[in-house]
């Protein structure tokens, strides 16, 4: 395959619920291996859906969504392993409160355990469940649990809004590190214009 058409594409993308009026209408957006888009709009707009979309939870009302030229509802009917991850934006719904964070972990084959330490993950943690830890605790590990080495691309819904600015901006510094080595392509969302200012190679404002 030509490595120019490695892409997330985003085509002509439309939803609205059933019965209520559309949420976003025609959206275009190509992400590139390795390239950070930031992505900024007013709360209650739709960014939170538009990702479930683009991840193939949901299907579009109208239009697509193609990663490196396939379908992601196909990849995610037939595919074992999902090129595509969300990082969700409340993390203690993300996670299974019954599971010991070393179970979380578990789960993602071939994690590089550098990543753990990049994330300031602590040892100590491993044995505890999601609500014996702090929201920017549990943060770290849903970010740290995205890098299987079959991730393509990373939609990251207000990723880091659980920390302290100084933590932030490190959290950030190993991402973008990350990201940049692996060739990871991400849509990063965020109500912080600034934040998304810095991290970011360029930035969409997100209009319904
Ligand atoms: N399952 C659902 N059924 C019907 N409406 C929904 C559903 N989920 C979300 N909504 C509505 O869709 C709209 C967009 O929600 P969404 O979470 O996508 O916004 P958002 O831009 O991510 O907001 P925020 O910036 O506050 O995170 C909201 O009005 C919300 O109430
Ligand atoms: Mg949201």
Redesign the pocket.
């Known amino acids: 395959m030509d490595p120019n058409s490695f892409m997330l594409e985003v085509i002509d993308l439309s939803f609205k ?1 059933d019965k ?1 009026d559309w ?1 976003f209408k025609h959206v275009n957006i190509t992400i590139r291996p390795g390239e950070i888009v930031g992505m900024y ?10 990702l479930k979309v683009i991840a193939g939870y949901m299907p579009p009302s109208e239009g697509a969504v193609t990663v490196d030229g396939k379908n992601v509802i196909e990849i995610v009917n037939k595919c074992a392993v999902h090129p595509v991850q969300l990082i969700w ?1 409340h993390p203690e719904k993300a996670i299974n409160p019954k599971w010991k964070m070393n179970d979380v972990l578990n789960e993602v084959e071939g994690l590089d355990h550098d990543i753990l330490d990049m994330m300031g993950i602590q040892t100590e943690w491993f044995n505890r469940q999601s609500h014996e830890l702090s929201g920017g605790e549990l943060q770290r590990f849903c970010i740290a649990r995205e890098f299987s080495p079959e991730t393509r691309y990373i939609l990251a819904d ?1 990723m880091t809004s659980m920390f302290d600015a100084i933590t932030q901006a490190q959290i950030w510094h190993h991402f973008i590190h990350l990201i940049k080595t692996r060739r990871i392509g991400i849509l990063a969302v965020s ?1 912080h214009i600034h934040l998304l200012e810095k991290v970011s190679d360029r930035i969409i404002h997100f209009e319904a």
Do not use: D, N, P
Not at 41 to 50: A, H, Q
């Open positions: 619920y209520s949420l709009g007013k709360s209650g707009s739709g960014k939170t859906t538009m934006q207000e109500h």
